[in-house]
C-alpha cells in the first residue's frame, strides 16, 4: 500500500461567502480526499472584501490588514480540519491557498490578478509549507491567469477516468462560472491539446447579489425565488447584448464587468419596472443560457456534463441547464467520484503538488499563456 501524500487545499471564491479547506491524498496515482469543512466568512469581512472590489479611501491600508485577517481565518479552519481528522501539520506536504480575488483585469496593457490571503502568515501559523499566488505566473507568460482549474479536471476526470471514451464537459459554478471540455477518444498525445474551456460568465454572482439587495439573504436557497419568478425576455435580450458572451476565447472575467452596478444600469435602460422576483428569474436564466450555449455552440459533440462548485446545489438553475442541453446527461461530479462542493479546493491542493513537483499547473489553451509554466510562490514552514 502506497504511503499517504497528503496535501491540503483552500478556496475562497467569487461569491466571498465561505473559505472552503479540504485534505487529499495523492498517493497510489489517486485523488482521495479525506476531510472536508467550510467556514463562513465574517459578515463584517465580508463587506470589506466588496469594498475592495472598487476604488475606496485609503484602499492600499484595508487591503493590507484584510490580507493578514484573511490569511488568519484561512489558518484557523486549516487547525480546526486538521483537529477534526486527527491529522498533524507534520503529515501534510503542503498547502495550496487561492486566496481570494480581489481584481482581475487581463484585458489591460499592463494585466493583473490580486489575490490576497497572506501565505506567510498561513505558513507560520499552521507551521506547513504553503504555496500560494498562481495565477500571476500565467498572467506573466501573457495568459488570462484564469480558468485554472482545467488542467486538475483532465487529470481527474480525463481520459484515464472515462471508461466510455465520451466527449464531457466539466462545469463549475462559483460566483462566475467556467466550462471545462475534455475530449474522448482518440487521445492525443499532449495533455494541454486535449483541454480547452473558459469563464462563461456569471454563475452566482448576480443571483446572490440581488438576493442580497432585496431579501438580504446571501444567496438563493435551492433557486426557490427564482423559481418563483418569470423571465423577462426583453432585459435577457439586453443582458445577453453584452460583448463578453460572443467574444472567442481565452477569455475570463469576475465582478469588474458582472456587478449589481451592470445590472441596475441595464435595468435603467429598459425603462420599466420588472418585479424583483423576476429580475432573479431573469439572472437564473442567463447564468443557464451563457452556460449551455457556450457547451452547444463551442463542444457540440459534448455527451455528458458534470457540474461542481456551489451552484450545483441551486436546483432550479440546475433544472434550467438539464433541459437546455437536452439530450445531453446533466449530473454532479460525484458521479464521478469528487463531491461538487469539493473540487475547487481539491484543484488547489493538485496544483500546490504540481509546483513542488516543479511541473507545470496551467494550461495555454485555456489561458492564452505563451508557454506552460511551473505556477506559485512556496512559502516553506520552519
Not at 498562481?134 to 480525463?158: E, K, M, N, S, T
Not at 464587468?257 to 439572472?283: C, G, K, Y
Request: net charge negative; with cysteine.
Amino acid at each position: 500500500m502506497a504511503e499517504a501524500e497528503l496535501y491540503i487545499g483552500v478556496m475562497s471564491g467569487t461569491s466571498m461567502d465561505a473559505i472552503d479547506v479540504v485534505v487529499v491524498d495523492f498517493s497510489g496515482n489517486q485523488t482521495a480526499d479525506l476531510a472536508y469543512r467550510s467556514d463562513p466568512i465574517p459578515e463584517q469581512i465580508r463587506r470589506q472584501l466588496l469594498t475592495l472590489q472598487g476604488t475606496s479611501n485609503n484602499e492600499l491600508d484595508l487591503a493590507a490588514r484584510m490580507d493578514r485577517q484573511l490569511a488568519r481565518l484561512i489558518a484557523q479552519s486549516i487547525q480546526s480540519l486538521l483537529k477534526d481528522s486527527g491529522l498533524s501539520p507534520q503529515q501534510i506536504t503542503a498547502i495550496g491557498s487561492h486566496g481570494q480575488t480581489l481584481r482581475h483585469e487581463p484585458e489591460l496593457t499592463d494585466s493583473y490578478t490580486i489575490q490576497i490571503g497572506d501565505p506567510n502568515t498561513i505558513a507560520e501559523l499552521t507551521k506547513i509549507t504553503t504555496v500560494a499566488d498562481f495565477r500571476r505566473r500565467d498572467i506573466a507568460a501573457g495568459g488570462q491567469g484564469a480558468p485554472l482549474v482545467p488542467p486538475f479536471h483532465a487529470a481527474v476526470f480525463g481520459d484515464n477516468h472515462n471508461d466510455s471514451g465520451e466527449d464531457r464537459a466539466i462545469v463549475n459554478i462559483g460566483g462566475m462560472a467556467n466550462i471545462t471540455f475534455l475530449e474522448g477518444r482518440p487521445q492525443k498525445s499532449k495533455l494541454e491539446k486535449t483541454i480547452s474551456g473558459f469563464d462563461t460568465g456569471p454563475g452566482n454572482v448576480l443571483l446572490d447579489s440581488w438576493i442580497m439587495k432585496h431579501k438580504n439573504q446571501a444567496y438563493d436557497k435551492n433557486g426557490d425565488w427564482s423559481k418563483a419568478g418569470t423571465v423577462h425576455q426583453v432585459l435577457l435580450n439586453q443582458l445577453l447584448s453584452l460583448p463578453y458572451f460572443s467574444a472567442p476565447a481565452p477569455k475570463s472575467t469576475g465582478r469588474e464587468q458582472f456587478n449589481l452596478h451592470w445590472l441596475e444600469s441595464t435595468l435603467n435602460d429598459i425603462h420599466e419596472d420588472i418585479p424583483a422576483a423576476d429580475v432573479q428569474a431573469t439572472l437564473a436564466m442567463l447564468s443557464a443560457r451563457t452556460i449551455s450555449q457556450a457547451i452547444i455552440d463551442t463542444a457540440p459533440s459534448t455527451k455528458s456534463v458534470y457540474i461542481c462548485g456551489g451552484g450545483a446545489y441551486n436546483q432550479h438553475l440546475c433544472t434550467l441547464l438539464t433541459q437546455a442541453l437536452a439530450p445531453r446527461q446533466v449530473c454532479l461530479t460525484d458521479t464521478l467520484g469528487i463531491k461538487a462542493e469539493r473540487v475547487e479546493a481539491i484543484a488547489f491542493a493538485w496544483l500546490a503538488r504540481q509546483t513542488l513537483l516543479k511541473l507545470p499547473g496551467n494550461c495555454p489553451s485555456v489561458t492564452g499563456a505563451n508557454n506552460t509554466s511551473i505556477l506559485g510562490g512556496v512559502y516553506f514552514s520552519n
